[in-house]
């Protein structure tokens, strides 16, 4: 079936550092979906990628599309201590999102 | 975006019991889901909720031990039946569609722990 992998699993970064996390499916999607789930919390969204190449940025954020739709990555430029949380590309062939495992980010100041 | 609201919050439930989560959402969604998050991992989808049909389940998961009720266009349930302790997780419901489109916001799930 479908698969979506995410790596990496964990990073640690020094606040001010950046993060980087990376999103590949085994299929091509029709869109991808990142959503960021704090400690104890349910997964909010943040933003949705539909074109091929497609690039957005939200402040510090930059998510990426790949050519081929089948690859997305997630930057976060100068870290902060509220960025911490698991991160999830979620990507939708068809009705269902197929989650990745998700990069859990800690920062330490 | 959709004010999602699941009852219960959280519940301590005994093995071989059920429990029946509930879904409201304030404004009419064209498409309900029920995801399982167990500790520190990711989402699975359990089930689609289809309003007045059947629900589709994912692979893995049957109507038998996952019964899912829709019947309206901004209320769900699922219940988790005849529960075992690795029935214990996070249960969220989604919603998506209409003024949405594609995007899922979630719902702020419910913590099960079954002893």
């Known amino acids: 079936g479908q698969q979506v992998m995410q790596i990496p699993q964990y990073q640690h970064v020094q606040e001010g550092e950046d993060f980087t996390t990376y999103c590949n499916s085994s299929t091509t999607l029709s869109n991808i979906q990142w959503y960021k789930q704090r400690p104890g919390g349910h997964p909010v969204f943040l933003i949705q990628?539909?074109?091929?190449?497609e690039v957005k940025k939200q402040k510090r954020l930059t998510f990426q599309f790949g050519e081929a739709k089948k690859n997305s990555s997630l930057h976060i430029t100068a870290t902060q201590t509220t960025d911490v949380g698991t991160y999830f590309c979620a990507g939708q062939a068809g009705t269902a999102l197929i989650f990745g495992k998700g990069t859990t980010l800690s920062v330490s100041s | 975006s959709a004010v999602i609201s699941q009852k219960p919050s959280r519940d301590i439930c005994q093995r071989g019991t059920s429990l029946t989560i509930q879904c409201q959402v304030d404004s009419q969604v064209t498409m309900m889901f029920w995801y399982r998050q167990q500790p520190g991992q990711s989402l699975t989808l359990i089930a689609t909720a289809n309003q007045g049909s059947e629900a589709t389940y994912e692979s893995g998961f049957v109507i038998d031990k996952f019964p899912i009720s829709r019947p309206n266009l901004t209320f769900s349930t699922l219940t988790v039946s005849n529960m075992s302790p690795e029935d214990s997780s996070i249960y969220l419901c989604?919603?998506?569609?209409?003024?949405?489109?594609?995007?899922?916001?979630f719902g702020p799930g419910t913590r099960l722990l079954v002893l």
């Open positions: 989604s919603v998506a569609g209409t003024a949405f489109k594609e995007t899922q916001y």
């Open positions: 990628l539909v074109k091929s190449g």
